[in-house]
């Protein structure tokens, strides 16, 4: 009896405690609901004080309020105002109709509380992408030609600027996730903008006093596919695996077993083929007179000129004294490699490093050591730019002093990668496939813009011929998301680096930019800008943005602006072969017909080829809007080809002092296919 009541009391107070849960759950959700009920009325961030709307269209605004909360918009230019009602998840949307360029005008957006946007102007929106040298600012790390006096005078209170943070996402990203506000263009907030995209504004502002707005979304170093949408890339099977890998763990599982197998087999072939030319030179024994000699610390390709596109290992030895003291305790050797180091002591293996920007700090045992000369052997790998030993610390450490390793090193090349196989295509990080494309461009498919300017291929060079299809499928793939077939889309040609070359060579980046060329024949509403002329050998990011900036200005004042200015310089058009003499003709000829050699010099950089498809240096001649080229050495062509290197020097232009684009005539497969 005791039992049943003791059990009848439990079961009630069992009853009660989950009344009182179900009791509190209850109250938490009116609670919740009245909170979502009086919910503040939001927009994204970039709706903000300053910004620029895009003329004569219907800007979409959109936000979130309280659910099935009556929306009113009311903009200074219109007497009427523009009214909505949130649907039952609290998500609105409205149309806004502008008018022709003007203002400041005010916004106000009411709905549960009221957002007031000051300052706002009609004009011209401008999208501004592509990797390092878009991303290249005024000052800061950039600096740019006469950058202090640029910074200075960067008051355009109608130039409006909006910075795009670094971001990448799996999936598409929606507006809430930028933060980002506009600035007015002032010295404060120039420095570190987009120089580009800066004096393009300029120029524009200049020409035609519309207000201009500049939304910068760049990435220094990423490749073309990072920037383009899921949906663009998924019949091209080379990024099957990597789209895969974004939304599936056993993809990318996948991924990074394969992966890992070609990083270790592609390592594997640098040893041995490194291996092959340099087993005996960690000896101590080893007789290095026949060596050259380098200063060290420092990067090769400052310390010799035919280094500077030397990519792979070079070995460098030293002999250092210890005495007897120093020799009987441990010791420690310190410097920075790039990219990676391996070091051997008197001819024992000590350790390995990675990374160009880790300081290496090796222990080395008193059992490696000798009293007296003592070898030192570093071995350096560089991937890409610049290799050697750099930076201050470079010393041994010993139990009695530090010992400078500063000065002159015997040095040998060891294996090249224009000896190896192709390096693995590893996409990391920034670089995935539709990354960007989700977090910086896709949050604003809503806002309207007048165009895109883009500067980007550089990461892409290595694959120039895939570019001839990615390239176009992109500038179709951002139309189609800004629902406009024919939005303006202008772009810069790679400009000329790496060392010049005197006789024909094959070059990828020639390749990169006639896929660009041919980008430019094959979309309408586009346009190229040729920078051969104003690059830098020695530096992929050339100071000169200005001529950059005004090259793409006059490409929007023709098509956009209507101003029908000169924008291009010749195009190829056409050849044919009379005898052994190849006639050339071309576009964009200037406003006066003819063609001229820049500088009073001889035309120069065509090369010319016959059947065998071994090009020479052709003598070339203008006659009008034609160039005649010609060659001893060919006596019937079949193909003539024009800048076709990393680093052209021809000097074609038309008479508005715009280069030719470079060009070839033929159809024979790329090195880079």
């Not at 950039?142 to 910074?151: H, L, P, T, V, W």
């Given at each position: 009896?005791?039992?049943l009541?003791?059990?009848?009391?439990?079961?009630?107070?069992?009853?009660?405690?989950?009344?009182?849960?179900?009791l509190?759950?209850?109250?938490?959700?009116?609670?919740?609901?009245?909170?979502?009920?009086?919910?503040?009325?939001?927009?994204?961030?970039?709706?903000?004080?300053?910004?620029?709307?895009?003329?004569?269209?219907n800007?979409?605004?959109?936000?979130?309020?309280?659910?099935?909360?009556?929306i009113?918009?009311?903009?200074?230019?219109?007497?009427?105002?523009?009214?909505?009602?949130?649907?039952?998840?609290?998500n609105?949307?409205?149309p806004?109709?502008?008018?022709?360029?003007?203002?400041?005008?005010?916004?106000?957006?009411?709905?549960?509380?009221?957002?007031?946007?000051?300052?706002?102007?009609?004009?011209?929106?401008?999208?501004c992408?592509?990797?390092?040298?878009?991303?290249?600012?005024?000052?800061?790390w950039?600096?740019?030609?006469?950058?202090?006096?640029?910074?200075l005078n960067?008051?355009?209170?109608?130039?409006?600027?909006?910075?795009?943070?670094?971001?990448?996402?799996?999936?598409?990203?929606?507006?809430?996730?930028?933060?980002?506000?506009?600035?007015?263009?002032?010295?404060?907030?120039?420095?570190?903008?987009?120089?580009?995209?800066?004096?393009?504004?300029?120029?524009?502002?200049?020409?035609?006093?519309?207000?201009?707005?500049?939304?910068?979304?760049?990435?220094?170093?990423?490749?073309?596919?990072?920037?383009?949408?899921?949906?663009?890339?998924?019949?091209?099977?080379a990024?099957?695996?990597?789209?895969?890998?974004?939304?599936s763990?056993?993809?990318?599982?996948?991924?990074?077993?394969?992966?890992?197998?070609?990083?270790?087999?592609?390592?594997?072939?640098?040893?041995?083929?490194?291996?092959?030319?340099s087993?005996?030179?960690?000896?101590?024994?080893?007789?290095?007179?026949?060596?050259?000699?380098?200063?060290?610390?420092?990067?090769?390709?400052?310390?010799?000129?035919?280094?500077?596109?030397?990519?792979g290992?070079?070995?460098?030895?030293?002999?250092?004294?210890?005495?007897?003291?120093?020799?009987?305790?441990?010791?420690?050797?310190?410097?920075?490699?790039?990219?990676?180091?391996?070091?051997?002591?008197?001819?024992?293996f000590?350790?390995?490093?990675?990374?160009?920007?880790?300081?290496?700090?090796?222990?080395?045992?008193?059992?490696?050591?000798?009293?007296?000369?003592?070898?030192?052997?570093?071995?350096?790998?560089?991937?890409?730019?610049?290799?050697?030993?750099?930076?201050?610390?470079?010393?041994?450490?010993?139990?009695?002093?530090h010992?400078?390793?500063?000065?002159?090193?015997?040095?040998?090349?060891?294996?090249?990668?224009?000896?190896?196989?192709?390096?693995?295509?590893?996409?990391?990080?920034?670089?995935?496939?539709?990354?960007?494309?989700?977090?910086?461009?896709?949050?604003?498919?809503?806002?309207?813009?007048?165009?895109v300017?883009?500067?980007?291929?550089?990461?892409?060079?290595?694959?120039?011929?895939?570019?001839?299809?990615?390239?176009?499928?992109?500038?179709?793939?951002?139309?189609?998301?800004?629902?406009?077939?024919?939005?303006?889309?202008?772009?810069?040609?790679l400009?000329?680096?790496?060392e010049?070359?005197e006789?024909?060579?094959?070059?990828?980046?020639?390749?990169?930019?006639?896929?660009?060329?041919?980008?430019?024949?094959?979309?309408?509403?586009?346009?190229?800008?040729?920078?051969?002329?104003?690059?830098?050998?020695?530096?992929?990011?050339?100071?000169?943005?200005?001529?950059?900036?005004?090259?793409?200005?006059?490409?929007?004042?023709?098509?956009?602006?209507?101003?029908?200015?000169?924008?291009?310089?010749?195009?190829?058009?056409?050849?044919?072969?009379?005898?052994?003499?190849?006639?050339?003709?071309?576009?964009?000829?200037?406003?006066?017909?003819?063609?001229?050699?820049?500088?009073?010099?001889?035309?120069?950089?065509?090369?010319?080829?016959?059947?065998?498809?071994?090009?020479?240096?052709?003598?070339?001649?203008?006659?009008?809007?034609?160039?005649?080229?010609?060659?001893?050495?060919?006596?019937?062509?079949?193909?003539?080809?024009?800048?076709?290197?990393d680093?052209?020097?021809?000097?074609?232009?038309?008479?508005?002092?715009l280069?030719?684009?470079?060009?070839?005539?033929?159809?024979?497969?790329?090195?880079?296919?």
């Open positions: 009896m005791k039992q009541k003791k059990d009848k009391k439990m079961r009630v107070g069992r009853i009660k405690h989950c009344m009182v849960y179900f509190r759950i209850q109250l938490l959700l009116i609670y919740l609901s009245i909170l979502a009920g009086n919910a503040q009325i939001k927009v994204p961030a970039y709706f903000s004080d300053d910004m620029v709307l895009q003329q004569k269209t800007v979409p605004f959109f936000g979130t309020a309280s659910p099935n909360t009556p009113e918009i009311k903009v200074s230019w219109a007497p009427q105002s523009i009214k909505t009602i949130s649907d039952p998840d609290g609105w949307e409205t806004v109709p502008t008018p022709s360029y003007g203002g400041p005008y005010q916004i106000s957006i009411l709905g549960n509380g009221e957002i007031l946007i000051k300052n706002v102007l009609i004009g011209e929106v401008w999208l992408s592509g990797q390092s040298n878009m991303e290249m600012p005024l000052g800061g950039g600096k740019i030609n006469n950058y202090e006096e640029e910074i960067a008051d355009y209170p109608k130039i409006r600027l909006l910075q795009v943070e670094h971001k990448q996402h799996r999936a598409p990203s929606d507006a809430d996730n930028i933060s980002a506000t506009w600035q007015l263009c002032n010295p404060e907030s120039i420095a570190g903008f987009s120089a580009t995209a800066y004096f393009f504004a300029r120029k524009i502002w200049e020409e035609t006093k519309i207000p201009i707005g500049l939304i910068h979304s760049s990435w220094g170093g990423t490749v073309i596919e990072a920037w383009m949408s899921k949906q663009s890339l998924k019949n091209i099977d990024f099957n695996m990597e789209l895969q890998a974004l939304t763990k056993k993809a990318q599982d996948a991924l990074n077993v394969m992966n890992t197998s070609k990083m270790e087999n592609w390592d594997k072939t640098v040893e041995v083929l490194d291996g092959k030319k087993h005996c030179w960690t000896k101590a024994s080893y007789n290095d007179s026949g060596w050259e000699t380098m200063a060290l610390p420092g990067y090769w390709e400052d310390m010799d000129k035919t280094l500077r596109d030397f990519n290992t070079i070995w460098f030895r030293k002999s250092i004294k210890l005495t007897d003291v120093e020799a009987r305790s441990d010791i420690e050797i310190v410097f920075t490699a790039d990219d990676n180091d391996k070091l051997w002591v008197n001819g024992k000590i350790g390995a490093s990675e990374g160009y920007d880790k300081i290496s700090k090796y222990r080395i045992p008193k059992q490696c050591l000798n009293v007296g000369a003592n070898s030192i052997v570093i071995r350096v790998f560089d991937g890409a730019n610049q290799g050697g030993i750099y930076g201050n610390e470079f010393f041994i450490r010993t139990s009695e002093r010992i400078p390793l500063a000065g002159i090193w015997k040095c040998q090349l060891g294996v090249s990668l224009q000896d190896l196989p192709k390096k693995p295509t590893i996409y990391q990080q920034q670089n995935r496939p539709s990354v960007l494309f989700n977090a910086m461009i896709h949050p604003f498919v809503k806002f309207p813009i007048t165009g300017l883009w500067y980007q291929g550089e990461s892409n060079v290595d694959r120039a011929h895939q570019y001839r299809t990615l390239f176009p499928l992109m500038i179709q793939d951002w139309r189609s998301h800004y629902s406009n077939n024919s939005l303006s889309f202008y772009f810069v040609q400009a000329n680096f790496n010049p070359i006789k024909p060579v094959n070059s990828s980046w020639a390749e990169l930019r006639d896929a660009q060329l041919q980008t430019y024949k094959a979309l309408s509403n586009t346009g190229m800008i040729v920078t051969t002329d104003i690059g830098n050998p020695f530096d992929i990011h050339p100071k000169n943005k200005q001529e950059v900036g005004r090259r793409l200005a006059l490409i929007a004042l023709d098509k956009k602006y209507g101003k029908k200015n000169v924008f291009t310089g010749p195009i190829y058009q056409d050849f044919k072969v009379v005898k052994n003499i190849v006639e050339i003709s071309f576009e964009s000829t200037g406003t006066e017909h003819g063609l001229v050699a820049a500088h009073h010099e001889p035309l120069k950089g065509f090369s010319i080829a016959g059947e065998n498809k071994v090009f020479y240096q052709g003598k070339a001649i203008i006659k009008g809007n034609k160039v005649f080229v010609s060659s001893s050495k060919v006596l019937k062509p079949k193909a003539v080809r024009y800048n076709w290197s680093n052209p020097q021809g000097n074609l232009y038309n008479r508005d002092g280069p030719a684009s470079p060009f070839k005539t033929d159809q024979w497969e790329d090195i880079t296919k």
